[in-house]
């Protein structure tokens, strides 16, 4: 039923939060597709403490795409799951609107078990530069295809790693929108001598920077890109 045995490895100071995992049992009924390849755990109020139970007790070895959207997931739940069996098989990881920050990002992009991962959507969380640069350089992300970073934190120095990333080689469509990105973000972006296969950039609603979002317009690498959004190009839908 995709809890792993034994439910009691820990010792009795955790009997009490642990006397009653029933509720992942409903959960995973609920939310399983019936080809078992989604599970969706989206609105469900996890926190970390709940995050940690999921992380040693759930084992879907058929699951590929994974709903934990809409709940409240900081750094230290993310980092729990990101080292768990229940990461390994997933293709798809949907963790926008939680709490994460640099730390969750760094646990993700530093775990064994997102070499599988080609979706990957944190947009509306709390990931800043540290976490944007760990994202552009793992090696462990280099099947991901959609990376959704959108209203985060990330700065100049996050956009140019991931300007100039040479890890997330399969990377076709990245999302910046809404960050804190100004002139070297944008002219790294612009120049963009990474993310060779990169296909679609969206990077709307970041610094007004008028010589920023020049270079943007202006750069030929993007304008041989198939999908380009920021506050001056606005290519057609």
Not at 22 to 48: A, E, Q, V
Not at 57 to 74: C, F, G, R, W
Request: glycine letters at 8%.
């Amino acid at each position: 039923d995709g809890i792993r045995d034994p439910l009691w490895s820990r010792g009795l100071g955790d009997v009490y939060k642990r006397q009653d995992i029933s509720y992942i049992r409903k959960w995973i009924k609920r939310g399983l597709s019936k080809d078992k390849k989604t599970l969706d755990f989206s609105n469900k109020g996890i926190d970390n403490l709940i995050a940690e139970e999921l992380a040693e007790n759930v084992a879907l070895p058929d699951i590929e795409i994974l709903y934990l959207h809409t709940n409240k997931i900081k750094d230290e739940g993310l980092e729990e799951l990101a080292n768990s069996e229940f990461f390994e098989p997933l293709k798809e990881l949907w963790v926008y609107e939680n709490k994460i920050g640099d730390n969750g990002a760094v646990a993700l992009a530093e775990s064994d078990n997102v070499l599988q991962l080609r979706y990957l959507s944190l947009y509306t969380n709390r990931v800043g530069d540290d976490g944007a640069i760990a994202l552009a350089n793992s090696k462990n992300l280099k099947n991901l295809e959609t990376l959704d970073l959108s209203f985060n934190r990330i700065g100049d120095l996050g956009a140019e790693a991931l300007a100039k990333s040479t890890c997330l080689k399969n990377l076709k469509a990245l999302h910046l929108d809404a960050n804190r990105i100004g002139f070297k973000g944008m002219q790294a972006l612009a120049e963009l001598s990474g993310l060779q296969n990169l296909e679609t950039l969206n990077i709307t609603y970041n610094l007004v920077d008028p010589q920023g979002l020049a270079l943007l317009d202006n750069s030929e690498r993007l304008q041989n890109l198939g999908k380009v959004k920021t506050d001056v190009l606005k290519a057609e839908d």
